[in-house]
């Protein structure tokens, strides 16, 4: 059968629906038809309309699709059950492989078949972005998003990642990406861009074959003399451009995901280890590798935990210091929620097995610096002897490996609360 003939049933069978669902019911049925066809080449064509279809979806033609996927393209229960209990009663080769074909659903060969068709990898990746959005007001549409990112753990994992280094002479079509996704310290266009990739400077991203043009991470580095405690002198257009063979610190500053249909896809730990043995390759002289690093959940969580001082911090700040010092340090060290920091930067840095090293006081006085963390920002120290064993404390143990001065600050804010001075400090 034709995918011309193919089209034709399906288009016949629609009847007088709304467009934007008759179109999803088109792609719908041209699903069903992609993963039962075994031709190469019908598949071939088919993979390229699906592709197609799905790019001229409206939001009720893509809301209408999800339904479908969660509830059409699901296992058999009768099935998976008989297969169970073949398994159960003969658990051999060929009564697990059956096991597993039935329980695999078959909107995973959905994917996998659009996958192949020019553009598919990333129309996958926008269909998931909408697909994380609709979950909120779909919760079922969970089992679809498990089995995509199933896939895409697969199709992304770091033997297909390709680390490239950015500078002024990388394809302007790129520098533009950067500049848009750049999601910590706002690239203010290309002159920003600029001093941002001169020599002491290093800007590496990863990169996949399916998306030879669109960076999925990226990491901004500062060669310095010294760990900073403020980000200004990094982010100064017009700063004098050192040496980088004199540097002794390599400060990973900004660090950017790109893709948000690859949320949950982790392969940040591999670029900050990555980067960190490059960079001690090509530069001997550095000895020390850490970051200089946001805090956004901090003010947020001590809204909850000292609403009274959240409240009234703003109007003296510089008189708040110490006791906010000192709850950035409770909140970094011992706000946990679901085995894991509370703040999402901390999450990321911790699990790599950093250190956490310095709270530093205004390093960013931005508006969005204080509207986040009242300007405080950190600094986690990549020892790369070290990595594994913090990682081990932090994810067996739930202990945060930090420094002396850290560790007091801390000791310091559970003090506070003890002696009455403010209300008991939790995670919200």
Same mark, same amino acid.
């Given at each position: ?22 179109? &999803? #019911?088109?792609?719908?049925? /041209?699903?069903?038809? +992609?993963?039962? @066809? ?5 598949? %071939? =064509? $088919? ?11 409206? &939001? #009720?033609?893509?809301?209408? /699709?999800?339904?479908? +996927?969660?509830? @059409? ?5 009768? %099935? =998976? $059950? ?347």
């Amino acid at each position: 059968m034709t995918a011309r003939v193919i089209l034709g049933r399906i288009m016949s069978s629609l009847g007088g629906k709304p467009r934007g669902t008759r179109r &999803a #019911e088109r792609l719908v049925g /041209l699903l069903r038809t +992609l993963i039962s @066809e075994r031709g190469e080449a019908t598949g %071939a =064509v $088919l993979a390229r309309r699906a592709v197609a279809l799905y790019r001229g979806l409206d &939001a #009720e033609g893509r809301a209408h /699709l999800f339904d479908k +996927l969660a509830h @059409e393209f699901s296992p058999d229960p009768v %099935a =998976v $059950l008989q297969a169970a209990v073949a398994y159960h009663s003969r658990p051999d080769a060929g009564s697990l492989a059956v096991l597993q074909r039935v329980t695999e659903p078959p909107r995973q060969e959905v994917f996998r078949r659009m996958n192949m068709a020019p553009g598919g990898t990333a129309t996958l990746l926008e269909l998931r972005r909408e697909l994380l959005a609709a979950q909120a007001a779909s919760p079922q549409l969970a089992a679809v998003d498990h089995d995509l990112a199933h896939l895409l753990q697969s199709w992304f994992n770091r033997g297909f990642l390709e680390l490239r280094r950015i500078d002024w002479n990388t394809p302007a079509s790129i520098l533009e990406k950067l500049i848009t996704y750049e999601a910590v310290h706002r690239i203010h266009g290309f002159p920003d861009l600029k001093r941002r990739l001169e020599r002491d400077r290093r800007c590496l991203a990863f990169f996949h074959p399916a998306l030879p043009d669109e960076p999925l991470i990226f990491v901004e580095v500062a060669l310095l003399d010294e760990v900073p405690h403020e980000v200004a002198p990094i982010l100064e257009m017009e700063s004098a451009v050192a040496d980088p063979r004199k540097a002794r610190c390599a400060v990973f500053y900004s660090i950017t995901s790109c893709q948000a249909g690859l949320k949950g896809v982790s392969f940040g730990n591999f670029l900050i280890k990555q980067v960190a043995e490059d960079l001690h390759a090509e530069l001997p002289g550095i000895k020390v590798f850490a970051t200089l690093s946001p805090v956004p959940g901090l003010r947020h969580w001590v809204g909850k935990a000292a609403p009274a001082l959240a409240a009234n911090a703003d109007s003296d700040l510089a008189a708040r210091r110490p006791e906010l010092e000192r709850l950035a340090a409770s909140y970094l060290t011992q706000a946990w929620s679901e085995g894991a920091s509370l703040d999402p930067v901390a999450r990321f840095h911790l699990g790599n097995g950093a250190r956490l090293e310095r709270i530093n006081w205004m390093a960013d006085p931005s508006p969005r610096g204080i509207a986040q963390s009242f300007g405080i920002m950190v600094n986690y120290v990549y020892d790369l002897g070290d990595v594994e064993r913090n990682h081990e404390e932090y994810v067996k143990r739930h202990r945060v490996v930090s420094s002396t001065v850290v560790d007091k600050l801390a000791r310091e804010a559970a003090l506070l609360v003890e002696s009455g001075a403010r209300a008991p400090i939790s995670s919200p």
